[in-house]
Structure formats: structure tokens, C-alpha cells
């Protein structure tokens, strides 16, 4: 009787050890396959988003678009101070949690990285900006959109998305001019993401004289919203704006549906992904939602096409924009001709990029100088870009790419 | 009053399904006295397969009706979860059975983390879309909209709990559960094969843990590998509100745990909003002038109920509302 318990033991943790090395196998390949010079210096460059918990999907979505830039950076040859490099992104996973943010910031503080790019969320990117700030270290996000990051006064903090003060406006005017609500329900994840989105939304709602209901609030993991969305329809606004990511989004619309809600439902740029449609299913047709930057599809081929021959599946979210991040750190150490933050951080500031989200530049804030705005529907289970927002100016799709027909063909 | 209605609904709904997760902590706890924290996890699981093997009927195309692809993901899911609850058993707890009390509830925790990371491995970070098979009509009952899976989850739970009760006290085996209840070694000089019933006990919580896991998934058409923390906390909240160790408390404390949810995230908001409130309304006048509404709890206090539940049963009777069997054994 011992014997087999503990033979089965074994084999359970032969199993896990064989899993164990399974996923190990995974990690070192951009290493391995990036041609290492014998004497090329490594520069390291970390990214972090959220790994593991229900956004993980977008979290390992700008992962990929980092990766992908340093390895081809890696391809080019770079040389920094007359000598080769290697860049190599150390990924992190923050959990999509203040305070495993800050552990991993600290860790990669440590583990000398000369630029950082992410967090993935707003409320993880304020208080780790602190850690690098005080490092030194510049840091990128290319999806926090809450406007608190960029105002703390921190050198060396940067986004390349637009700010919730500029998508919040631009998804309720749209709202407003589209469908004339005369009542809006709003709901947030109670994040700081999520919580200053619909704050923005609410602000522009009522200054257009529309009715807005008291905030109802679930968290980041809520699956089950029928008891805020029951409450909500007995009030029976005209449209539904929810602050939050896609993994709680979808099954809210779907159970509002299921409910008979029968409003507008209108969402964030956290909840603006393909996904919607396989979560909510057939609920979702017709969803309004808004991203704080250029659509995907608009995003220069050249990197829609290596992502997706390198990882098999297309960009979710913010995969540009991270992708952006990294080649804006290198091409900043290029200039500078050095990785000492403290060197090539006044060519980052100073910079001028085109990359695969259009051209970048910085204000003194360090926030992207004309941010676009784009509002999209769900349409056959694709999100589809109705209007992007340039300079408060509402131009179509095609109208765009022809206003930036020279850079996005880069 | 149709609101009241629906969200009265909603509470059953989602109670029943506590209900028949806190079965599982329940039952465990009554053979052995041990909170089996990855109990929650073996509820995810079984949505996860119950997912696989709809997404795999659905693939091939089958002129199969939804409700036989369905039944289909949740007779592969219980074997499974079955399995995983007799190698927990076996691997991780009766090794440590004779162990001091911590020893065994740290590997449940372990083990709840070794099989939430199985399961990312397996089925990966995404969160996983239930496929919309079953015509999901909504019936108007009342005012209020009572949906055919709402309608499934409640009458598949009354009908296991019936089950359940059955077999524990009206089998043999039922009796030797609850003789190995009330003693273990009382019960083994009796005859009854101790080890044996307490790895039928792990293998009917797994099971009936298979079902709520499908019922969650199909209900909320979501999977996700970290789903089964929370539920598995509200449904350790549920089995102590009832009293832990008893099977009608289990019921019962699943289903007012739903309603209280339901209700609690329906009308705290309009309850604590203090422009309603006389004195406050004069104190807040400005505020309630410029925003119409000052409210103290939101509904994101949801989830806080369940665990203020537990707080005040813990407190206030701590052997629940239907008291535990370990009186019982003196």
C-alpha cells in the first residue's frame, strides 16, 4: 500500500517536472535564436504586463510586440559605442497588480535594465513609474491611457497611446452625437483605468446635459454583473458606457442581453478587442467602444506581417504600441550612441519616430503630441474602426491612411 | 417589484450553484475535518474540459442537438474531475492524515496552486468563450426574465441535492459516510472500510464539483483558469454560513448566500444613498444639489458580502445556522 502511494507520487511529480521543462524549453528561444556575437554587449530592456490572470492574453500581446522589436533590432546589427549589442527584453509578469508591480519594477531595477517598457495597466504604471523614476530608468507604456501617469512630473516617463482625458470625450461626444441618449448608465472595474475612463465619460455626458445614474462599480475579476445590470435596467437609461477590460466586458454585455437590456453598450479601449465577440457572442454586434490610439488595421503591414509569422496568431490590442515603445528606446540609445538612461534619455525626449503606430514625438509631459482617437463597432465578430479622432478632427478609416499614406507604408 | 423579482432570480441562480460547490467543501470536511481549498479548482477544471469537448463536438460538425453536446461535455467532465479528486485524496492528503491539522490545509493550498497552473498550461492564459449552442430563450415570468439555462441550473441543482440526500441517508454506503463521520476508528472496528469511504467522499465532491463547474461556464459563458478562487471562496462561505459538515446546511447557506449577493448588490447603492436620508440630505446639500446621489456602498461591495457573511457567522454562531455534526461526536 506505501509503495504504490508513493510510486504515484512519483510519477505525479515526474509529470510536473516533465510540464516544468515543457515551458522552459519556450523561454531561452528568442535568445537562442538571435545571433549572439562573441563579443556583442547585452543591453537589457525590460517589458511587464500582466502574464497571468484575466488579461493575460493582452498582457502577453505587448510582450510579443516588444520581443519582436529587440529581435529585429538584433537582426539589424546595431552597433552603440562602436561596439555590437544585444538587446534582450526580460519579461515580466505584474499580474496586472499594484503591488506585484512594484516588486518587479524593483526586480528589474536590479537586474540593471537601461529602459522599461510597459505596464500594461494604468493603476500598475503610476505607482512603479516612481521606482523607475527614482532608478533612472526611463520608462514607455504603450496602453496606460490614465492621465495621472504623465502628470507626476517624472522625467523619464513616456507613453505613445493617447490619455482617458482624450478617449473619455471622444467615445461619449461620439455617443452623443450618434444616438442622443437622454439617460447613461456607467460602470467601472473600480481600477484606476477603469475608474478614470468612465469618470472622463461621465464628466463629458453631463456637460452635454445627459442624465447620468449613480456608478455602479464591479471589480477586475467580476464574472457575474446580472445584479448591477438587473438594477440598471430598472432605470432604463438609453446607453450603458463601462470602463474595464475585455474579460469582464463580455460576459456583462452578454448577460445584459440575456436580461433584455436593450441600451447602447459602449466600452473602453480595454475592452475594444476581437475577443468581445467570442465572449459575448452575438451580443456583442453593435457594441461602440473606443481605443486611445491608431486600429490594428492600420498599424504599418510590415509589422502586422512579422507578428504574425512569428507567433502564429494577429496583434490583440496594443501590440503596436509596445512594439513602438521598444524601437523608440533603441533608436534613442542609437542616437545618443550609448545605453546610459542618463545619456539617451534627452534623445528620447527629443525624438522624432515613425513606427508601426504612425509618427511619434513627445510633449513635455511626455505624452504622444496628437494622439489619435478611434471609435469602432462590432461588425460580424471584427471590431471595425467607424471614425479615428486626429486633431479633433473625425475622419474615416480610408480618410486617415491617406493623410499618413507616406509613413504607414514604412 | 419585477426588478425585485429578477434579482431574486439572479440570487437562486447563482446560489445553487454555491449550494452544490459548498456540498463538496462540506462533505469532505464532515469524513475528515479538512477544508479541501482545492476544491474551487476541481470546479474549473470541469468547466475546462466540459469546454474542450463541447468546442471539440462543435468543431466536427455533428447534427447532434445542443442539449446532448452539452450533457456530452459534462459526462466527460465528472471522470475526470473524479479522477482529480481521488489522486488529491490519495497524493496529498492521506499521506498527512495523521498529521497536526496545518499540515494537510497548507498542501490543499499547494495543491490549488499546483492545479491552477495545470490547468494554465492546458488550456492557457486566454479567458475561455463557452460556445452559445443551447438557444439561450429568456421566459417573462412576472415582469422579470428567467433565462432556459437559469431554468437547467436550478432544477439540476434541486435534483442533486435531492440525489445526494438520498444517498447519504438511504444507502448502506450512506451509512458507512456517516458512520466515518462521527468516528473514524469507531467506524473502522465496525467494518467499514475508512479509507474507502473517505475516497468515495473526495470522488462525489469532485463530481458534483464537474457539474457547477459546466453550470458556471454555461451560465456566465466564460472559463478561466483563476475562476475557481473566488467561487471556491464563496462557496467555503456558503458551507460555513450553513454550518460546515452538514449537508442541508451546505443548501442552504449556497442559497442564501446567493440572494444576499443579489439582493446586497442590487439595493445596498439605493439604501446608503444619503441624499434620501433626511439629515443627511440637509448636511450633504450641496453635493446632492450638483450630483443627485451621494452613495456610501456601491454595488462593487458584491463581493464583500459574502465574506462580511462569514465574518458575522463566524462571529455570532460560529457552528453556522444549522450547526455542525461535530457536536455530534463529543
Known amino acids: 500500500m506505501n509503495f504504490s502511494v508513493k510510486a504515484l507520487s512519483l510519477s505525479v511529480a515526474a509529470a510536473l517536472l516533465m510540464m516544468g521543462c515543457g515551458k522552459n524549453e519556450e523561454a531561452p528561444k528568442p535568445a537562442a535564436t538571435a545571433p549572439v556575437a562573441p563579443a556583442a554587449t547585452v543591453v537589457k530592456i525590460g517589458h511587464v504586463g500582466p502574464l497571468t490572470g484575466g488579461i493575460a492574453h493582452l498582457g502577453k500581446d505587448n510582450e510579443n510586440g516588444a520581443r519582436l522589436a529587440a529581435e529585429e533590432a ?37 537586474a540593471k535594465v537601461v529602459g522599461v517598457v510597459g505596464h500594461l495597466n494604468s493603476g500598475v504604471s503610476i505607482p512603479a513609474s516612481a521606482i523607475y523614476n ?17 502628470e507626476q512630473g517624472f522625467a523619464g516617463v513616456f507613453r505613445v497611446v493617447g490619455r482617458d482625458d482624450q478617449q473619455g470625450p471622444a467615445v461619449a461626444n461620439y455617443l452623443v452625437a450618434t444616438y442622443q441618449p437622454k439617460t447613461v448608465a456607467v460602470i467601472d472595474d473600480a481600477t ?4 478614470g475612463l468612465a469618470n472622463e465619460v461621465e464628466k463629458t455626458l453631463k456637460a452635454a446635459g445627459v442624465t447620468v445614474l449613480p456608478r455602479e462599480k464591479g471589480t477586475d475579476k467580476t464574472a457575474d454583473w446580472k445584479a448591477i445590470l438587473t438594477k440598471i435596467k430598472g432605470k432604463q ?16 454585455l452578454k448577460q445584459a442581453r ?9 466600452f473602453g479601449d480595454g475592452a475594444c478587442t476581437d475577443k468581445m465577440a467570442e465572449l459575448a457572442g452575438a451580443a456583442a454586434e453593435g457594441l461602440i467602444c473606443s481605443q486611445a490610439g491608431i486600429p490594428v488595421q492600420a498599424a504599418g503591414k510590415s509589422f502586422t506581417d512579422a507578428y504574425k509569422a512569428k507567433f502564429g496568431i494577429d496583434p490583440i490590442l496594443y501590440a503596436p504600441f509596445t512594439y513602438d515603445s521598444t524601437k523608440l528606446l533603441i533608436a534613442a540609445m542609437q542616437k545618443a550612441d550609448s545605453a546610459d538612461p542618463a545619456k539617451y534619455l534627452p534623445a528620447l525626449k527629443a525624438i522624432d519616430f515613425t513606427g508601426a503606430s504612425g509618427t511619434i514625438r513627445f510633449d513635455e509631459k511626455g505624452d504622444r503630441k496628437d494622439a489619435e482617437m478611434t471609435i469602432f463597432t462590432l461588425k460580424d465578430a471584427k471590431i471595425t474602426p467607424l471614425a479615428i479622432i486626429k ?12 493623410l499618413v499614406a507616406p509613413p504607414a507604408a514604412k | 417589484m419585477d426588478i425585485l423579482l429578477q434579482q431574486i432570480i439572479n440570487g437562486l441562480t447563482t446560489g445553487s450553484v454555491y449550494a452544490i460547490v459548498a456540498l463538496g467543501y462540506t462533505m469532505v470536511y464532515g469524513v475528515i ?3 479541501n481549498f482545492a476544491h474551487g479548482e476541481v470546479v474549473m477544471i470541469g468547466a475546462m474540459v466540459a469546454f474542450s469537448v463541447i468546442m471539440a463536438v462543435v468543431g466536427m460538425g455533428l447534427p447532434l442537438p445542443p442539449v446532448v453536446i452539452v450533457l456530452g461535455g459534462v459526462l466527460a467532465a465528472i471522470p475526470v474531475c473524479m479522477a482529480i479528486g481521488y489522486l488529491l485524496e490519495r497524493v496529498a492528503y492521506r499521506p498527512l492524515r495523521h498529521a497536526p491539522r496545518l499540515a494537510p490545509l ?12 495545470l490547468a494554465l498550461l492546458i488550456w492557457g492564459r486566454d479567458p475561455r468563450a463557452f460556445p452559445q449552442i443551447m438557444e439561450n430563450t429568456s421566459h417573462a415570468i412576472g415582469g422579470a426574465a428567467i433565462s432556459s439555462v437559469q431554468i437547467a441550473i436550478i432544477l439540476l441543482s434541486v435534483a442533486m441535492m435531492a440525489g445526494l440526500t438520498w444517498f447519504v441517508y438511504r444507502t448502506k454506503f450512506g451509512i458507512a459516510i456517516r458512520a466515518t463521520a462521527e468516528d473514524v476508528r469507531v467506524a473502522a472496528l465496525m467494518g467499514v472500510d475508512a479509507n474507502r469511504v473517505i475516497a468515495v467522499t473526495f470522488v462525489i465532491a469532485a463530481a458534483l464539483g464537474a457539474v457547477a463547474g459546466v453550470m458556471v461556464g454555461t451560465y456566465y459563458g466564460i472559463a478561466h483558469y483563476t475562476m475557481g478562487f473566488i467561487l471556491g471562496l464563496k462557496a467555503f462561505s456558503a458551507a460555513v454560513l450553513g454550518g460546515i459538515g452538514n449537508l442541508a446546511g451546505a443548501m442552504l447557506g449556497g442559497i442564501l448566500l446567493g440572494l444576499v449577493e443579489a439582493l446586497g448588490a442590487g439595493y445596498i447603492g439605493e439604501f446608503t444613498d444619503l441624499c434620501q436620508w433626511p439629515v443627511a440630505r440637509d448636511l450633504l446639500a450641496e453635493r446632492c444639489m450638483a450630483d443627485g446621489h451621494v452613495v456610501l456602498f456601491g454595488s462593487n461591495y458584491q463581493d464583500v458580502f459574502a465574506f462580511l457573511v462569514l465574518i458575522l457567522v463566524l462571529v455570532f454562531r460560529p457552528s453556522g445556522l444549522l450547526g455542525e455534526r461535530v457536536s455530534e461526536r463529543a
Open chain 1, 192 to 195: 484606476a483605468y477603469g475608474e
Open chain 1, 237 to 252: 437609461p438609453d446607453a450603458v458606457f463601462y470602463g474595464g477590460m475585455d474579460a469582464t466586458g463580455g460576459p456583462l
Open chain 1, 258 to 266: 440575456e436580461l433584455k437590456l436593450a441600451a447602447v453598450f459602449s
Open chain 1, 134 to 150: 527614482q532608478a533612472g530608468i526611463p520608462m514607455i507604456s504603450g496602453s496606460s491611457t490614465n492621465p495621472a501617469l504623465t
Open chain 1, 391 to 402: 486633431g479633433g478632427k473625425s475622419l474615416t478609416l480610408d480618410e486617415y491612411a491617406a
Open chain 2, 106 to 117: 497548507i498542501t490543499a493550498i499547494g495543491m490549488s496552486i499546483v492545479l491552477q497552473h
Open chain 1, 74 to 110: 538584433n537582426a539589424a546589427g546595431i552597433r552603440i559605442g562602436g561596439a555590437p549589442v544585444t538587446f534582450e527584453v526580460i519579461g515580466e509578469d505584474d499580474q496586472g497588480d499594484p503591488k506585484v508591480g512594484n516588486t518587479v519594477a524593483q526586480k528589474l531595477v536590479d
Open chain 2, 33 to 35: 475535518q479538512l477544508i
